[in-house]
């Protein structure tokens, strides 16, 4: 027994809401950020209508179909956090989102728990042929540019995001990565700057 990645289900309400109800507590005393945003857009309390809308299937506004998983500890029957993964980039996704949003609940933090879960998280791509995957994560946000650079993450560069933060745009290759993404032999060489 250990740590895994599931999907949601009706077995797991009671985890999730705790798990909600924590995160939330922390993002107002703390303002801390909300990542992953697919995890936060419903009301959990109505869960049959949450489970239901929780991933994308189709293309629609803009938004690109997901897959999100929950990191779950087995010995402690805990959700340590969520990963949610797009399929694909769109214009907005390449700029600022990436291929990743991930996140850990506050009580959790500081354990490892985001560079196993990304690690995880990068077997699910694979699976949907993702070759190059871009994470992108607010500059002064350490702990999660650590864990992204734990699992081969590759500084490609910064950028002023559409909420006035400095953010990093890193890839992660896993295959062959193509024209749409940065060269990971190119930026090495180049002093990851900005």
């Known amino acids: 027994m250990g740590r895994k990645l599931i999907k949601l289900t009706k077995a797991y309400e009671k985890q999730l809401g705790e798990m909600i109800d924590e995160w939330k507590a922390?993002?107002?005393a703390n303002h801390t950020n909300r990542?992953?945003?697919?995890?936060?857009?419903?009301?959990?309390?109505?869960?049959?209508?949450?489970?239901?809308?929780?991933?994308l299937k189709e293309p629609t506004d803009g938004k690109?179909?997901?897959?999100?998983?929950?990191?779950?500890d087995e010995e402690r029957d805990r959700l340590l956090g969520a990963v949610d993964i797009r399929h694909y980039l769109n214009d907005f996704l390449y700029r600022e989102g990436g291929h990743i949003g991930?996140?850990?609940?506050?009580?959790?933090?500081?354990?490892?728990?985001?560079?196993?879960?990304?690690?995880?998280?990068?077997?699910?791509?694979?699976?949907?042929?993702?070759?190059?995957?871009l994470m992108v994560c607010d500059k002064d946000?350490?702990?999660?540019?650590?864990s992204i650079i734990n699992n081969g993450g590759i500084l490609e560069n910064e950028f002023m995001g559409s909420e006035g933060v400095i953010e990093?745009?890193?890839?992660?290759?896993?295959?062959?990565c193509g024209e749409n993404a940065a060269d990971p032999e190119r930026i090495a060489g180049e002093g990851r700057n900005a």
């Open 26 to 28: 922390d993002q107002e």
């Open 35 to 55: 990542s992953p945003g697919a995890i936060f857009k419903n009301d959990y309390h109505d869960f049959d209508f949450y489970l239901e809308h929780l991933e």
């Open 64 to 72: 690109v179909p997901d897959s999100v998983f929950f990191l779950l």
């Open 102 to 133: 991930d996140g850990i609940r506050p009580s959790e933090r500081r354990k490892g728990y985001a560079t196993e879960m990304i690690r995880l998280a990068l077997d699910e791509c694979r699976k949907l042929g993702i070759e190059c995957v």
């Open 141 to 146: 946000n350490v702990g999660s540019a650590k």
């Open 168 to 176: 990093q745009r890193y890839w992660i290759p896993l295959g062959s």
